[in-house]
């Protein structure tokens, strides 16, 4: 049988997991999480999100630029602009790099999984650093609520980056991204 929590294999009369530690008590006995030649679920949904995320982040340039005249109408700073066609090409480069680590991660590439966790971390660096330059450059100037709102958006950004971190960090994913 297999462990509940960790999967590693186990004695069928195992009391607790060689693995993990955990209890190994007959309501938690289950089949293999993964069977040789499956991949595990989680690989699979983020090589499809990586995917989409990375397509529509092709379209991010779009409208930075598109929009640099209501911007500049709108009042925003010319720092607060440059930091949008910055932040533009340096996504538009991340969204293709999304895109290749997706479809590496369908085909269990190691190096889209090492990739995936390096995009994780490069994100969130972004994120805390359009923080930084959406206070400073909006703050002082914005007093209707769209200082607060980008900073929320900001924060649901971060979630998709911390969840890559936590998956392709498990002892599944590197297993099964071997390639």
């Known amino acids: 049988m297999y462990c509940a929590y960790c999967g590693k294999e186990i004695a ?89 680590l997706g479809v590496g991660l369908l085909q269990l590439k190691q190096s889209a999984r090492n990739g995936s966790v390096a995009y994780g971390w490069i994100a969130i660096a972004l994120g805390i650093i359009g923080y930084i330059v959406t206070f400073s450059t909006l703050g002082p100037m914005k007093n209707d609520g769209s200082v607060i709102s980008g900073l929320i958006g900001g924060a649901f950004g971060l979630v998709y980056p911390i969840l890559i971190l936590v998956f392709m960090r498990k002892p599944a994913a590197i297993e099964a991204c071997t390639k």
Not at 13 to 29: L, M, N, Q, Y
Not at 33 to 55: A, E, K, S
């Open 12 to 100: 069928d009369d195992a009391v607790v997991c060689i693995g993990c530690g955990r209890s190994a008590g007959p309501a938690k006995r289950i089949i293999a999480p993964n069977t040789p030649g499956q991949r595990p679920r989680f690989i699979t949904v983020f090589g499809i999100l990586n995917i989409i995320f990375g397509v529509f982040g092709l379209f991010s340039p779009l409208s930075a630029f598109a929009n640099m005249r209501l911007y500049e109408a709108m009042g925003f700073s010319d720092g607060f602009r440059t930091w949008l066609v910055i932040s533009s090409i340096i996504g538009f480069g991340i969204a293709i790099w999304l895109i290749v």
